[in-house]
């Protein structure tokens, strides 16, 4: 623990993702006992554009659950993360309140989903302002861009999502062993 | 299952058979009737792939003589690592771009902090550094560590055209596990200026961890690369 004007300040505040295992971030922030919370800035139903139609395999326009939020942990804004759902899969989630706990808990709670496997890119990029502002970051500031698709049964398309962090919360550790 | 239409997929073989070479510019690409046979697809699907080719201006028709490759398509300017990729340069090449690759140095050390460690019966290392271009650019370098307790005539191998694990395999240590940690970090001041990137800039840092199927650590790699070429991708299971 470090000190910061008299407040104590838990230093390297990261969470290490194992990339061969699908994991909730949530659940790896509570194993290393960190605090966190939630701030909401969208849920709303839209229609599906190209992309997302693309992404779920849904005809364009489609209704999807769009869900952004922004994980607060030890007090400092740490990602913005949007999702994108088919909403046929989650009929009245705009309803539930998912500011205090796990998202996917909630949805294998609520509709008993749940995600199997992920694909995902990790990429880093220049900030942009809206980031900039929600992170608290300097001009010039580059964040790390994690976008991907995860999926249910028989490998079907359920969630398309954006992650933009600050480059210091997320580590990545992967094994791999080689066949003869 | 490939989500992409049929005569997406058709566009992408056609274009990855002009990048490797597998057709020159000038060749003559085979008939509507022939790839039709040849992949159990309806010709239109076929004809569409060509004709969005020609609007791309990768193909030309020339009437009652056929198709040909007109140009070569832009290579992807990122390198996917992860997902199996054993080698940095197994990588690139996989990438379709032509990569290079310079020995910075390589020598002997005497195995300092965390070395001692992952080598704890080689007092002394290798240390080899290399520099990989992508087209002529710079975008990674790699700091290799091995232990010379397994190594040696490390002068007899050509690291800059041949991989570590090529030679490691050659002295019968090839790892047979990988252990690899990714995270982002500021590039190293000292090289800032070779990999031709502002000091302060991000850049995806690896760590390899190698070990034989003895289970000895045999290799332990920093990789500092450039992310402008670099979008590492992977996939997850659920593991009950």
């Known amino acids: 623990m470090v000190y910061n004007g008299g407040k104590p300040v838990k230093k390297d505040v990261y969470i290490l993702r194992n990339i061969n295992k699908f994991a909730s971030v949530t659940d790896a922030i509570i194993s290393r006992e960190f605090s966190y919370r939630y701030h909401v800035l969208e849920n709303s139903i839209l229609e599906s554009n190209r992309f997302i139609s693309k992404a779920l395999d849904i005809p364009l326009a489609s209704k999807v659950f769009c869900f952004e939020k922004v994980r607060v942990v030890e007090d400092e804004p740490r990602s913005i993360e949007k999702v994108y759902i088919d909403y046929k899969k989650v009929p009245g989630i705009e309803k539930l309140d998912l500011s205090k706990e796990s998202f996917y808990s909630i949805l294998s709670r609520e509709y008993g989903i749940e995600i199997n496997q992920s694909e995902e890119e990790i990429l880093i990029v220049e900030a942009n302002e809206k980031e900039r502002q929600l992170l608290n970051l300097k001009i010039d500031s580059e964040v790390l861009l994690i976008k991907g698709i995860t999926y249910i049964n028989n490998y079907e398309p359920f969630e398309c999502f954006e992650i933009v962090s600050v480059t210091d919360f997320y580590k990545f550790r992967s094994v791999l062993n080689l066949d003869e | ?108 050390i005497d195995a300092f902090g965390d070395l001692k460690e992952y080598f704890p019966n080689s007092p002394q290392v290798y ?73 302060g ?40």
Do not use: W
């Not at chain 2, 003895?214 to 996939?235: A, D």
């Open chain 2, 127 to 199: 240390e080899l550094i290399r520099l990989s271009f992508i087209n002529g650019k710079p975008y990674a370098i790699q700091e290799c560590y091995f232990p010379c307790s397994f190594f040696n005539e490390t002068e007899r191998f050509n690291f800059a055209e041949g991989s570590l694990y090529d030679y490691m395999e050659m002295h019968g240590h090839y790892p047979k596990k990988i252990i690899s940690y990714l995270q982002i970090k500021d590039v190293l001041e000292k090289y800032a200026q070779v990999l031709e990137i502002k000091e």
């Open chain 2, 201 to 240: 800039k991000k850049i995806f840092f690896f760590k390899y961890h190698g070990y034989d199927k003895e289970e000895n650590m045999i290799e332990f790699t920093l990789s500092y690369n450039k992310p402008e070429f670099t979008s590492f991708q992977f996939s997850t299971k659920r593991i009950e």
């Open chain 2, 1 to 108: 299952m490939n989500s992409k239409a049929l005569y997406e997929q058709l566009i992408d073989s056609i274009k990855k058979k002009i990048i490797e070479g597998d057709y020159q510019v000038g060749d003559k690409i085979m008939s509507e009737r022939a790839m039709s046979e040849m992949y159990g697809i309806n010709r239109l699907t076929v004809r569409k792939a060509i004709k969005n080719l020609q609007n791309e201006g990768f193909l030309r028709a020339i009437h009652g003589k056929g198709t040909f490759v007109n140009k070569i398509p832009e290579v992807q300017d990122k390198v996917e690592l992860g997902n199996g990729e054993v080698s940095l340069s197994m990588s690139i090449r996989n990438g379709g771009l032509n990569p290079s690759r310079i020995v910075l140095s390589l020598k002997k």
